[in-house]
């Protein structure tokens, strides 16, 4: 059974950095890709971004320059590292892992920015 197991969310203030890391633990194997999604109350889930096993990265247009992806495929680990944040940053993160056979989601990590 897999399981997305995320970490790091919590309460800071407008300017300040947090870190989330999310481990896929299990029988998992064929992963494509990895990334973190976010969803506001009332607004739509969006990407944030996302690294493929090679290393190939993408950021939606807002969190460009502030936030940075990364992973240790060893671990099927998958990290975001961000910077420089704002209230509008403030939504329940989530950790996606896609694999040949489907993707797979985290149970949500709370990040609120705010003084």
């Known amino acids: 059974q897999v399981q997305l197991v995320e970490s790091g969310g919590g309460l800071v203030q407008p300017g300040g950095s947090l870190r989330l890391s999310c481990a896929a633990t299990g029988s998992i194997s064929g992963i494509t890709a990895m990334g973190w999604y976010r969803q506001a109350p009332g607004k739509q889930r969006e990407m944030v971004a996302a690294i493929t096993r090679g290393g190939t990265t993408d950021y939606r247009e807002s969190v460009k320059g502030r936030f940075t992806i990364s992973s240790d495929n060893a671990k099927n680990t998958v990290y975001l590292q961000m910077n420089s944040l704002s209230p509008e940053d403030t939504a329940v993160y989530y950790c996606?892992?896609?694999?040949?056979?489907?993707?797979?989601w985290g149970q949500g990590t709370q990040v609120t920015v705010s003084s």
């Open positions: 996606n892992v896609a694999t040949w056979r489907g993707s797979y």
